[in-house]
């Protein structure tokens, strides 16, 4: 619980740093990490790479565009930018169970933990198919593992 409690102090912060803790909590800098990814200035290479900086994203808020445009195009159905610029829960926790990636197909495990409305720790454990198009990784799908 105390764990959770800090990271949700560390969350509150919406935009960091760049030389704050990145908000994937790879306890790297933010600029060092999922930063150039969200800015545009370089592209993941790798598959956990691409399920990091769309973690920040969605837990950051406002980054619509680059959440929109790392979606498969088949797979996002109707959402647009400005739906996924709007946090729908408060994310806290990030962590990579596991990762595999060969050619252009990739699976990234994780369990993400969030803070629901009664201030209790919930959990979303899913394992996301990433799929690379001309050089640009995209999450394709992913495989929802309800926890007890
Ligand atoms: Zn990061």
Same mark, same amino acid.
């Given at each position: 619980?105390?764990?959770?409690?800090?990271?949700?102090?560390?969350?509150?912060?919406?935009?960091?740093?760049?030389?704050?803790?990145?908000?994937?909590?790879?306890? &790297?800098?933010?600029?060092?990490?999922?930063?150039?990814?969200? !800015?545009?200035?370089? &592209?993941? %290479? #790798?598959? *956990?790479?691409?399920? %990091?900086? $769309?973690?920040?994203?969605?837990?950051?808020?406002?980054? =619509?565009?680059?959440?929109?445009? #790392?979606?498969?195009?088949? @797979?996002?159905? #109707?959402? #647009? /930018?400005?739906?996924?610029?709007?946090? !729908?829960?408060?994310? +806290?926790?990030? $962590?990579?169970?596991?990762?595999?990636?060969?050619?252009? *197909?990739?699976?990234? @495990?994780?369990?993400?933990?969030?803070?629901?409305?009664? =201030?209790? /720790?919930? *959990?979303?454990?899913? &394992?996301?198919?990433? +799929? $690379? @198009? %001309? =050089?640009?990784?995209?999450?394709?799908? =992913?495989?929802?593992? *309800? @926890?007890?």
């Amino acid at each position: 619980m105390q764990l959770i409690l800090i990271a949700v102090i560390l969350s509150a912060s919406m935009k960091p740093m760049n030389h704050a803790l990145c908000p994937c909590h790879s306890a &790297k800098p933010y600029g060092k990490c999922c930063e150039p990814y969200l !800015t545009g200035s370089a &592209k993941p %290479r #790798t598959v *956990t790479q691409l399920m %990091r900086s $769309r973690y920040s994203a969605f837990a950051m808020g406002g980054c =619509g565009d680059y959440l929109y445009h #790392t979606w498969h195009p088949a @797979e996002r159905g #109707t959402l #647009t /930018a400005e739906d996924l610029s709007v946090p !729908t829960v408060e994310w +806290v926790h990030l $962590r990579i169970v596991d990762s595999e990636q060969k050619g252009d *197909t990739g699976h990234v @495990e994780f369990i993400a933990t969030f803070l629901q409305e009664d =201030g209790s /720790a919930g *959990t979303h454990h899913e &394992k996301s198919l990433f +799929v $690379r @198009e %001309r =050089g640009q990784w995209l999450y394709h799908s =992913g495989v929802v593992t *309800t @926890e007890v």
